[in-house]
């Protein structure tokens, strides 16, 4: 069990978390420690959706990364959507091209991963996308909504209440129990809790035996369970979840990304997941592929078999491309 916190009134802990929560954003909460696990995970994983479980025969013909085709505008299944996306940091030499050009229609009521060599510019579409960085040029719509020219405070109202985000790091209140950190966001925009809703969202994620428990009190599975619970109780228009199994066990990981799936299939919700797990990915519809600030290529309900070879696929067409006469250098420093 955690450490014993005291007995500090429930509203005076709800009003610091709000305090400190400030703008919304559900990034801008302390980081909890990842405290001792309490009890053994609570739920079965869940299989790659995609299929491919290690040793399995293969059922479908493997595919491989085709380009993507994005049409002029976005239709009515883009939950998001990016055209023309740059964003550029600094200035002169130093100067890096993160985006360059990246055209997109992320599918409502779908899970889409977005992989790439480390410095490819995913969490720089992520953030772009969820209004979180502003693009140098282009334009991102949201759930029909172009945010590309928002101002901080409309981009902070649209983050409190069409976007869920999910991060590495669980971004608990660590002095809040699991209810109330899964309630956090609804409390901040002073919207009422669903109970219906509420239940069926802490169902989902199987936690409904430890909501009375503080983070310190839950293993790192249960606590990322917590931020998913939390990221869709107010059941925003889209999630974007930044490396979310990048601290777990494996077991945690398939806890957290089987849960992701379901709250797509089973829920109705729209997830953009970055990852550079191919295992993680295999749980998404669709698989995108950035390198150096661009597009490069998708794969549609991969397995795991499919996304490690289409990562050797790309990663071996790029080295031809940079070793070819006339090649410029890359944005990104591609060491992954
Ligand atoms: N605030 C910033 N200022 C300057 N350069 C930045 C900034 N943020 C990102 N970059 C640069 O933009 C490029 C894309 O970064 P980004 O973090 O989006 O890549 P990534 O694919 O998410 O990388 P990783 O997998 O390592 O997290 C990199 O070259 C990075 O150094």
């Known amino acids: 069990m955690g450490r014993h916190r005291g007995a500090e009134p429930h509203e005076q802990r709800r009003n610091r978390a709000r305090a400190r929560v400030g703008t919304g954003a559900v990034d801008e909460v302390e980081t909890a420690d990842d405290g001792g696990p309490a009890g053994a995970a609570d739920t079965t994983a869940t ?4 299929g491919g479980a290690p040793g399995a025969a293969r059922t479908t013909p493997r595919t491989g990364p085709t380009p993507v085709h994005t049409p002029e505008r976005p239709g009515p299944d883009a939950i998001a959507s990016a055209r ?21 229609d992320l599918a409502r009521g779908s899970l889409t991963a977005v992989m790439g060599p480390s410095g490819s510019g995913k969490s720089t579409l992520m953030h772009c996308l969820a209004g979180l960085d502003s693009p140098t040029s282009g334009s991102v719509i949201v759930d029909g909504v172009e945010i590309s020219r ?8 649209l983050r409190r209440t069409r976007i869920g985000f999910v991060f590495q790091a669980y971004n608990l209140v660590p002095t809040l ?8 966001p609804l409390d901040i925009a002073r919207k009422p809790v669903d109970k219906a809703r509420f239940d069926a969202v802490v169902r989902a994620v199987g936690l409904e035996d430890r909501l009375h428990h503080r983070p310190s009190e839950l293993s790192g599975g249960q606590q990322q369970r917590v931020a998913c619970a939390r990221a869709l109780v107010a059941e925003p228009s889209v999630v974007f979840a930044d490396e979310p199994t990048g601290n777990l066990d494996s077991r945690s990981a398939a806890e957290v990304l089987g849960f992701l799936r379901r709250s797509v299939d089973d ?3 729209s997830v953009v997941m970055v990852t550079h797990e ?11 592929f950035l390198a150096d600030g661009r597009l490069e290529a998708e794969l549609l309900h ?11 696929e790309l990663s071996a067409a790029r080295e031809r491309r940079q070793a070819a006469p006339g090649a410029t250098a890359a944005a990104g420093d591609g060491t992954r």
């Open 47 to 50: 299989p790659h959706p995609n």
């Open 84 to 104: 023309a996306l740059t964003k550029v940091y600094g200035a002169g030499e130093t100067q890096v091209r993160a985006l360059d050009g990246v055209d997109v």
């Open 150 to 157: 928002m101002s901080q405070r409309q981009l902070t109202k």
């Open 177 to 184: 129990t699991a209810a109330e950190n899964i309630r956090l």
């Open 267 to 269: 829920l109705g919700h």
């Open 278 to 288: 191919p295992s993680a990915a295999a749980y998404a519809h669709r698989v995108l």
């Open 302 to 312: 991969p397995e795991e078999g499919d996304i490690l070879a289409a990562i050797g």
